[in-house]
Nanobody
């Protein structure tokens, strides 16, 4: 069984920083792209940042210059460094990854359980 486990959420004042981590574990053959989504209260889940196997990244406009996504392939872990946090960054952050399990020939989509980030103004 493959699973994603997130950590690092919490309460922070506006202007502060948090670092989220998401570790993939289980019977993994390969990991394609890994990304972070967030869902604010009353809003749809949105893609925040993605990092591909090549290391290339993309960010939603609202976090460009403030958030940095990175990954450690040896640890099957993706990180999201969030700086200069704003109240509008508040929400539940979900890790997502496209993973090929060892026992399968295809990639599947996996989600973490979500971690709450609250930015107080």
């Amino acid at each position: 069984q493959v699973q994603l486990v997130e950590s690092g959420g919490g309460l922070v004042q506006a202007g502060g920083s948090l670092r989220l981590s998401c570790a993939a574990s289980g019977s993994i053959f390969s990991i394609n792209f890994m990304d972070w989504y967030r869902q604010a209260p009353g809003k749809q889940r949105e893609l925040v940042a993605v990092i591909r196997n090549s290391g290339s990244t993309n960010y939603t406009d609202s976090v460009k210059g403030r958030f940095t996504i990175s990954r450690d392939n040896a640890k099957n872990t993706v990180y999201l460094q969030m700086n200069s946090l704003k109240s509008e960054d508040t929400g539940v952050y979900y890790c997502h990854a496209q993973i090929a399990p060892k026992e399968a020939r295809y990639e599947y989509s996996y989600w973490g359980q979500g971690t709450q980030v609250t930015v107080s103004s």
